[in-house]
Protein backbone atom coordinates (compact mmCIF):
# COMPACT_ATOMS: atom_id res chain seq x y z
CA UNK A 1 0.00 0.00 0.00
CA UNK A 2 0.98 3.80 -0.82
CA UNK A 3 1.46 6.42 1.90
CA UNK A 4 -2.22 8.13 0.58
CA UNK A 5 -3.77 4.82 0.43
CA UNK A 6 -2.60 3.86 4.38
CA UNK A 7 -3.63 7.62 5.36
CA UNK A 8 -7.21 7.64 3.65
CA UNK A 9 -7.53 3.86 5.41
CA UNK A 10 -6.58 5.67 8.90
CA UNK A 11 -8.51 8.74 8.13
CA UNK A 12 -11.60 7.15 7.63
CA UNK A 13 -11.31 4.36 10.83
CA UNK A 14 -9.96 7.17 13.19
CA UNK A 15 -12.27 8.72 15.63
CA UNK A 16 -13.26 12.38 16.11
CA UNK A 17 -10.51 12.45 19.45
CA UNK A 18 -7.86 11.26 17.13
CA UNK A 19 -8.07 13.24 14.62
CA UNK A 20 -8.39 16.51 16.68
CA UNK A 21 -5.28 15.45 18.56
CA UNK A 22 -3.69 14.99 14.81
CA UNK A 23 -4.86 17.96 13.35
CA UNK A 24 -3.41 19.86 16.59
CA UNK A 25 -0.33 18.40 17.10
CA UNK A 26 0.40 19.35 13.04
CA UNK A 27 -0.77 23.37 13.73
CA UNK A 28 1.48 23.26 16.62
CA UNK A 29 4.63 21.64 14.53
CA UNK A 30 3.81 24.66 11.97
CA UNK A 31 3.82 27.03 14.59
CA UNK A 32 6.54 25.81 16.26
CA UNK A 33 8.33 26.07 12.47
CA UNK A 34 7.41 29.64 12.01
CA UNK A 35 9.12 30.89 15.45
CA UNK A 36 11.87 28.83 14.36
CA UNK A 37 12.19 30.47 10.99
CA UNK A 38 11.44 33.92 12.46
CA UNK A 39 14.04 33.11 15.31
CA UNK A 40 17.07 32.15 12.75
CA UNK A 41 15.95 35.15 10.18
CA UNK A 42 15.57 37.61 13.79
CA UNK A 43 19.04 36.25 14.88
CA UNK A 44 20.97 35.98 11.21
CA UNK A 45 19.61 38.85 9.41
CA UNK A 46 18.05 42.12 11.25
CA UNK A 47 17.42 43.81 8.46
CA UNK A 48 15.01 40.98 6.53
CA UNK A 49 13.38 40.45 9.90
CA UNK A 50 12.63 43.92 10.23
CA UNK A 51 11.30 43.60 6.45
CA UNK A 52 9.20 40.72 7.02
CA UNK A 53 7.35 41.76 10.75
CA UNK A 54 5.21 44.35 9.66
CA UNK A 55 3.39 42.45 7.15
CA UNK A 56 2.64 39.40 8.95
CA UNK A 57 1.50 41.16 11.66
CA UNK A 58 -1.09 42.69 9.61
CA UNK A 59 -1.64 39.25 8.07
CA UNK A 60 -1.85 37.98 11.30
CA UNK A 61 -4.12 40.64 12.32
CA UNK A 62 -6.84 40.78 9.36
CA UNK A 63 -7.01 36.66 10.22
CA UNK A 64 -7.59 37.13 13.30
CA UNK A 65 -10.33 39.74 12.49
CA UNK A 66 -11.80 37.56 9.96
CA UNK A 67 -12.13 34.89 12.05
CA UNK A 68 -14.08 36.82 14.75
CA UNK A 69 -16.34 38.46 12.19
CA UNK A 70 -18.03 35.21 11.52
CA UNK A 71 -18.56 34.04 15.18
CA UNK A 72 -20.62 36.85 15.82
CA UNK A 73 -23.66 36.06 13.24
CA UNK A 74 -26.83 36.68 14.81
CA UNK A 75 -29.21 34.02 15.18
CA UNK A 76 -32.73 33.96 13.37
CA UNK A 77 -35.44 34.32 16.09
CA UNK A 78 -37.26 31.18 17.15
CA UNK A 79 -41.00 31.35 18.48
CA UNK A 80 -39.20 30.19 21.52
CA UNK A 81 -37.73 33.45 22.82
CA UNK A 82 -40.92 35.40 22.80
CA UNK A 83 -41.75 33.35 25.69
CA UNK A 84 -42.32 35.79 28.95
CA UNK A 85 -42.28 32.97 31.71
CA UNK A 86 -42.50 28.93 31.75
CA UNK A 87 -46.12 27.43 33.89
CA UNK A 88 -45.88 26.92 37.22
CA UNK A 89 -45.26 23.24 37.96
CA UNK A 90 -48.56 21.81 39.54
CA UNK A 91 -48.09 22.26 43.36
CA UNK A 92 -49.68 20.33 46.11
CA UNK A 93 -52.86 21.39 47.76
CA UNK A 94 -52.66 23.03 51.11
CA UNK A 95 -55.53 22.89 53.31
CA UNK A 96 -55.77 23.93 57.55
CA UNK A 97 -57.57 21.45 59.34
CA UNK A 98 -58.65 22.33 62.71
CA UNK A 99 -59.87 19.61 65.31
CA UNK A 100 -62.38 20.54 67.97
CA UNK A 101 -60.58 18.17 70.15
CA UNK A 102 -57.53 20.54 69.79
CA UNK A 103 -58.75 23.73 70.64
CA UNK A 104 -55.99 24.69 72.82
CA UNK A 105 -53.29 24.88 69.59
CA UNK A 106 -54.84 28.11 67.35
CA UNK A 107 -52.45 27.30 64.63
CA UNK A 108 -52.42 23.67 63.58
CA UNK A 109 -49.66 22.13 61.34
CA UNK A 110 -51.09 22.69 58.32
CA UNK A 111 -51.74 19.18 55.97
CA UNK A 112 -50.46 18.63 52.33
CA UNK A 113 -53.07 16.73 50.34
CA UNK A 114 -52.92 15.86 46.60
CA UNK A 115 -56.01 16.98 44.05
CA UNK A 116 -57.98 14.05 43.39
CA UNK A 117 -57.61 13.89 39.47
CA UNK A 118 -60.73 13.14 37.49
CA UNK A 119 -60.60 9.72 35.79
CA UNK A 120 -57.22 8.26 37.99
CA UNK A 121 -57.99 5.18 39.28
CA UNK A 122 -56.64 4.09 42.63
CA UNK A 123 -53.56 2.41 42.65
CA UNK A 124 -52.38 4.50 39.42
CA UNK A 125 -49.99 7.76 39.63
CA UNK A 126 -49.94 10.26 37.52
CA UNK A 127 -46.65 12.11 37.06
CA UNK A 128 -46.79 15.69 37.82
CA UNK A 129 -43.71 17.90 37.17
CA UNK A 130 -41.29 17.41 39.75
CA UNK A 131 -41.69 13.84 40.01
CA UNK A 132 -39.39 10.88 40.92
CA UNK A 133 -39.59 7.30 41.45
CA UNK A 134 -37.98 8.02 45.31
CA UNK A 135 -40.46 10.06 46.22
CA UNK A 136 -43.25 8.61 44.69
CA UNK A 137 -42.47 5.01 45.92
CA UNK A 138 -41.31 6.62 49.45
CA UNK A 139 -45.25 8.40 49.69
CA UNK A 140 -46.41 5.13 49.44
CA UNK A 141 -44.83 3.55 52.78
CA UNK A 142 -44.71 4.32 55.77
CA UNK A 143 -43.11 7.24 57.34
CA UNK A 144 -40.87 5.35 58.79
CA UNK A 145 -39.55 3.38 55.82
CA UNK A 146 -35.60 2.86 55.58
CA UNK A 147 -33.49 4.10 52.18
CA UNK A 148 -33.25 0.12 51.53
CA UNK A 149 -37.16 -0.14 51.86
CA UNK A 150 -37.59 2.49 49.31
CA UNK A 151 -35.26 1.45 46.87
CA UNK A 152 -36.66 -1.98 46.75
CA UNK A 153 -39.80 -0.23 46.12
CA UNK A 154 -38.32 1.98 43.42
CA UNK A 155 -37.03 -0.99 41.66
CA UNK A 156 -41.03 -2.43 41.41
CA UNK A 157 -42.19 0.58 40.34
CA UNK A 158 -39.96 0.74 37.49
CA UNK A 159 -40.37 -3.21 36.87
CA UNK A 160 -44.28 -3.38 36.69
CA UNK A 161 -44.04 0.27 34.67
CA UNK A 162 -41.42 -0.10 32.41
CA UNK A 163 -43.60 -0.44 29.29
CA UNK A 164 -44.40 3.40 30.18
CA UNK A 165 -41.21 4.35 31.62
CA UNK A 166 -38.71 2.45 29.41
CA UNK A 167 -35.17 1.40 30.40
CA UNK A 168 -34.51 4.14 32.19
CA UNK A 169 -35.95 4.88 36.08
CA UNK A 170 -34.60 8.14 36.24
CA UNK A 171 -36.86 9.98 33.32
CA UNK A 172 -40.30 10.07 33.98
CA UNK A 173 -42.66 12.32 32.30
CA UNK A 174 -45.39 14.55 33.58
CA UNK A 175 -48.85 12.95 32.43
CA UNK A 176 -47.96 9.29 32.44
CA UNK A 177 -50.11 7.11 34.49
CA UNK A 178 -48.00 4.57 36.96
CA UNK A 179 -49.63 1.59 38.09
CA UNK A 180 -48.76 1.03 41.70
CA UNK A 181 -46.89 -2.44 42.24
CA UNK A 182 -47.74 -5.15 44.78
CA UNK A 183 -45.05 -5.07 47.45
Not at 21 to 33: A, D, E, H, I, Y
Not at 90 to 109: I, K, T
Request: charged share 15%.
Amino acid sequence: MTLRTDLLYWLQSANPEELLVVTLGSLLLVLFLWCAVVWILAHFNRHAAIAIAPPLMRAALVAGLIAGAGSTAHAKESPLDSLNGLALPERPFVANVSHGASASNSNPPPRTQRLPTSGTPSGVHTVVAGDNLWNIAASRLPHEASAQRIAHAVTAWHESNRDVIGTNPDLIKPGQQLKEPQL
